[in-house]
């Protein structure tokens, strides 16, 4: 089975650029995840989607972040512009979420976002 | 809101040895999931071990095992036999058993040495 795919692994950009992450769940997987990880901290829920619909967007930077996820199956996530505070870790997760709360979680390796 | 609070940034066992990584919580539910996720330098995170709130039972898996308290609100790591390929970070995450957000919410993590 293959697992969630995230591209590019690492990308550096100017501070005020603009970028975008992808990300691929496990095919079948309604509920997907992207976390930000901050160097030391734990990953922290940016956007939760249930097939092409947004869950959970409250720590979601809205001014600059945006992500979509059409058809319900690959996602998008957009910086712009960058500010310095956004170097981190981008996480995405899916979940085949049948309705139970205990469903398990299935991680990528993350995007490593460098903003100089 | 709740918090995931873990004590130890660093943590040190020889092979062959046994450690315990320490994480408490702050809830006012009284239904949720505990978890433990293992991230090696690949930075993807790999579930460890779940458990259930309304279980009374430690979970275990394999060389892996927790010590749940619910009214101290504390959820340790065991790690027994502990190998090379045990070294990473490992993070404590809380999720609530109701709603349909299952948002995980993070400690900062632990970082395990494993020496020879």
């Known amino acids: 089975e293959a697992g969630v795919a995230q591209s590019p692994r690492y990308k550096i950009i100017e501070k005020r650029q603009s970028v975008a992450f992808w990300c691929n769940p496990i095919?079948?997987?309604?509920?997907l995840y992207w976390y930000q990880q901050i160097l030391g901290q734990g990953p922290k829920l940016l956007i939760q989607?249930?097939?092409?619909?947004?869950?959970?967007d409250s720590q979601l930077p809205k001014d600059r972040f945006s992500a979509e996820r059409l058809k319900g199956v690959d996602s998008t996530l957009k910086i712009q512009p960058a500010k310095l505070e956004d170097s981190a870790v981008y996480l995405c997760?899916?979940?085949?979420?049948?309705?139970?709360?205990?469903?398990?979680?299935?991680f990528g390796s993350g995007t490593q976002l460098s903003v100089l | 809101a709740q918090t995931v609070t873990q004590s130890q940034p660093e943590m040190s066992v020889q092979e062959a040895e046994t450690v315990t990584l320490s994480c408490t919580y702050d809830?006012?539910?009284?239904?949720?999931?505990l978890f433990w996720y293992k991230q090696p330098p690949s930075r993807q995170m790999i579930l460890v071990i779940r458990?259930?709130?309304?279980?009374?039972q430690n979970a275990t898996e394999n060389r892996f095992s927790v010590n749940f308290q619910k009214a101290a609100k504390s959820f340790s790591l065991k790690i027994s036999d502990s190998q090379l390929g045990d070294a990473a970070m490992y993070f404590c995450?809380?999720?609530?058993?109701?709603?349909?957000?299952?948002?995980?919410?993070f400690g900062t993590g632990t970082r395990l040495q494993v020496t020879l």
């Open positions: 997760a899916s979940s085949s979420f049948r309705g139970a709360t205990n469903e398990k979680l299935f």
């Open positions: 095919s079948g997987h309604a509920t």
């Open positions: 989607f249930q097939n092409n619909g947004v869950v959970d």
């Open positions: 809830t006012s539910e009284s239904d949720y999931y």
């Open positions: 458990q259930e709130a309304y279980k009374q």
């Open positions: 995450a809380y999720r609530s058993a109701t709603g349909t957000a299952s948002k995980l919410t």
